[in-house]
């Protein structure tokens, strides 16, 4: 569940939130007048969220290429180039 805290908490219980955010590797929603604000997670969690739109944006890229072309390649066909690509780099 969503850790939903008023903005004076990060000042007046910052270990708290930063134990929150890192243990639970949830992030932390701060309000200010009682509207969202900001957003409090460890750098762990952000790297991760980071991480895994690159691939959501990798894997959107390659659905609209193979909707645009016949071509497919085999598991072995990959994984050749994929080696070979290796030995090279």
Known sequence: MPQIRPISD???HF????KIVH???EPVFLTKNGHGD???M???HYED??????ILAKL???EIEAKNSDVR???DEVFKQLRQRLRKG
């Open 38 to 40: 900001m957003v409090v």
């Open 42 to 44: 460890s750098i762990e």
């Open 10 to 12: 990060l000042r007046n």
């Open 23 to 25: 243990e639970n590797r």
């Open 49 to 54: 969220m980071q991480y895994n739109n690159e």
């Open 73 to 75: 390649y085999s598991h």
């Open 15 to 18: 270990a708290e939130i930063s």
């Open 60 to 62: 959107q890229e390659a």
